[in-house]
């Protein structure tokens, strides 16, 4: 059982680090490091929103209260999850891969549009959290 603090911390830390691995000399098995890690924090973020999201407490409760913003788009809840992510790994490998100061730039647009959404999300299912009235009932 690992301690709530490093708990808590490792899907920050894997995607981190995987990002830090990718500004070092590209090769192989550097690529392949940054990825399996890349993979492993946003699969754990992932799983773990899934279980504390307090909006599925809520939509399950009162049904009418409730339509998330992605239920608007035709895309499969996987992708919408993975979005975030998606958007932070390729922008750290145009950062890696790309010589060109644009590509740079692009990159590091990408990685900031990644952590925003990531941020949004996190802040819209933290504050859908069920009062306890609505817990009751």
């Given at each position: ?17 995987a990002g830090i691995i990718l500004t070092l ?113």
């Amino acid at each position: 059982m690992l301690p709530k603090p490093v708990y808590e911390l490792l899907p920050y830390l894997c995607i981190l680090f995987a990002g830090i691995i990718l500004t070092l000399p590209v090769n192989p098995t550097l690529l392949g490091s940054a990825t399996l890690l890349f993979l492993a924090g946003s699969r754990a973020w992932i799983l773990r929103s899934k279980h504390r999201r307090f909006d599925r407490v809520r939509a399950l409760l009162d049904p009418d209260s409730l339509i998330p913003h992605h239920r608007n788009i035709v895309l499969p809840s996987y992708i919408y999850e993975c979005l975030p992510f998606a958007y932070m790994a390729i922008g750290w490998c145009s950062v890696a891969m790309i010589d060109a100061a644009a590509g740079r730039v692009f990159g590091v647009l990408l990685v900031g549009l990644g952590g925003l959404v990531w941020r949004a999300r996190y802040f819209h299912r933290m504050r859908m959290r069920p009062t306890t009235t609505m817990a009751i009932v």
